[in-house]
């Protein structure tokens, strides 16, 4: 079985687009979601119209839940941009998105850890920065979840870890956005460093899984150009470069 991996959309259609004909050059048995779909000064209506009839096995991530929780005047901006874009029946659907799911026996979606959609897991934050995590600090985080693999998002890198015990967590990286900046626990930025779409693909073997991290060519100036058309700058600049 091969699955491929997308996380963190952001409402970037043209990226989501990319990603799709990718996998259907490369050959996947599932493609699965792994959350914050439609957050963003982009494209959240459309990019949701593209998912909905594919039907794909999707959780909701922390921006999913935000933009449905809160009240709309103190959402984040990239949140309410995305709950006033959205029409009825597309917010039921984001609604309905279970915030973890079992796929298969042995493979878990998540978005954050298994505990929380805001947490990372493969990453730890310091006063220094964001560092790759530890095998102690990973392994805390897994918990006693019972599964082969893990797939998470959140962090917006591609990065993945294998357990002693066995476990192989995985983060196929961002679809739609290459960066970002955030001020707790401590200023961090997450950068990946070029603008190029991320998926990854996950392939069970006759032993083991195996991992292949993608990137792909879109047309990211465009889609920078909507970011800056709609007053979002910081955007504007990841999406040209990948860094803050």
Known sequence: MKIAALSDIHGNLAALNAVLDDIQR??????????????????PAETADRLIPLGLPTIGGNHDRQLLAADPSRMEPSDRFAH???????????????????????VLLVHGTPQDDQSYFLETVTESGCRVATHGEVRRR?????????????????????????????????????????????????????????????????????????????????????????????WETVLRTGYC
């Open 26 to 43: 490369q050959g996947a048995d599932v493609i699965v979601n792994l959350g914050d779909i439609v957050s963003c000064p982009l494209y």
């Open 142 to 234: 897994a918990g006693d979840i019972e599964a082969t693999l893990i797939l998470c998002g959140h962090t917006h890198l591609q990065r993945w870890m294998k357990l002693g015990d066995g476990r192989l967590i995985v983060n196929p990286g961002s679809v739609g956005l290459q960066a970002y900046g955030y001020a707790r626990p401590f200023p961090h930025r997450m950068e990946m460093g070029s603008p190029r779409a991320r998926y990854a693909t996950v392939t069970r073997t006759q032993f083991d899984w195996e991992v292949e991290f993608r990137s792909v060519e879109y047309d990211w100036n465009d889609v920078a150009n909507c970011a800056a058309l709609n007053g979002r700058s910081d």
């Open 84 to 106: 006033d874009a959205l029409h009825s029946e597309q917010l039921t659907w984001v609604q309905r998105l279970p915030i973890s799911l079992r796929f298969e026996d042995d």
